[in-house]
């Protein structure tokens, strides 16, 4: 499997009520793929997973299989936790639980701060244990686990293992490392949405963005601008969404990007679950503000 493109980590909805607002997911869900995702990522962290019920995870994730199947895409599946053993059987039971799923995105340990060695170890032992590939999620601000560019492309080597959301905060130099080297068939996705217009230009694959929930169209085009080595296209258009992703994250995602969804009639809600509380207005109009100014 090859991961390339723009992939969608969806929100989930809230019911006036506070249920999962199971069809606006489903129309939400078809909608970005209408706009040109390559495909989902169902129970990431943008879909605030930890809040959710076990049932109500298993809903989601038999939505977003039922939408991508139709439309012929990839499903992503957020999945796995800081300890290995339950990680690797849930890992195992996956492709049983969700008929159709593509590959599971797995965030290296949190909080455990395990170190190099033992990541690798830890996502060796979830791939032979997995019964679909898996993305690892780099993001050492939340996880507390650094990962220099030997460490990366070491894990890039991992049979089982197709690709990373790299999401440490910026370019850095092990982005530059795994993106000069990295193994055919394994795929580096922008994860951090303010700088993924610099990982295109270096190479990346595509991104896995919240903020496209907003623009899903443009950001399609920004990576096919890359893509196509039009880099003046794609600088102009880079600038103007990197605004959008900055706006899109003034507040703990994903609370500006449900505002906006709200406010555009997509979603019944602007509701969260806590520990999350909703944006503010003025966050809210800010990324509206822009959103609409994409189209001037």
């Not at 850095?172 to 230009?201: H, I």
């Not at 963005?209 to 080595?229: C, I, K, M, N």
């Amino acid at each position: 499997m090859e991961l390339k493109g723009i992939f969608v980590p969806l929100v989930t909805p809230f019911a006036a009520d506070g249920s999962v607002a199971l069809d606006a997911l489903e129309k939400l869900a078809g909608s970005v793929l209408d706009d040109g995702a390559a495909g989902l990522v169902a129970l990431g962290t943008t879909g605030e997973p930890a809040a959710l019920t076990a049932d109500e995870r298993q809903a989601v994730v038999e939505v977003c299989s039922a939408v991508c199947a139709a439309r012929g895409v990839p499903l992503l599946v957020g999945a796995g936790g800081p300890g290995t053993a339950a990680s690797a059987a849930e890992l195992a039971a996956l492709a049983g639980r969700v008929p159709g799923v593509a590959g599971a995105l797995v965030t290296v340990p949190a909080f455990v701060r395990p170190g190099e060695a033992g990541t690798v170890a830890h996502f060796r032992a979830l791939a032979e244990a997995s019964s679909v590939p898996l993305v690892v999620y780099h993001i050492p601000y939340r996880t507390g686990q650094a990962l220099s560019g030997a460490a990366l492309l070491e894990l890039a080597a991992v049979p089982g293992l197709v690709g990373v959301k790299y999401a440490t905060g910026g370019v850095d130099q092990a982005a530059v490392e795994l993106l000069a080297a990295a193994p055919g068939g394994f795929s580096v996705l922008g994860g951090d949405d303010a700088v993924l217009a610099p990982l295109l230009a270096l190479g990346a694959a595509g991104g896995i963005l919240a903020s496209a929930h907003l623009a899903t169209g443009r950001f399609v085009e920004l990576a096919a601008a890359w893509r196509d080595g039009d880099a003046v296209r794609a600088r102009a258009l880079g600038n103007r969404l990197t605004a959008l992703a900055v706006a899109a994250f003034a507040a703990p995602n994903p609370t500006v990007i449900k505002g906006v969804l709200h406010a555009q009639g997509r979603i019944p809600t602007p509701d969260v679950r806590l520990p999350l509380l909703p944006a503010g207005p003025a966050e809210v109009e800010r990324a509206l503000e822009l959103v609409n100014g994409l189209d001037h």
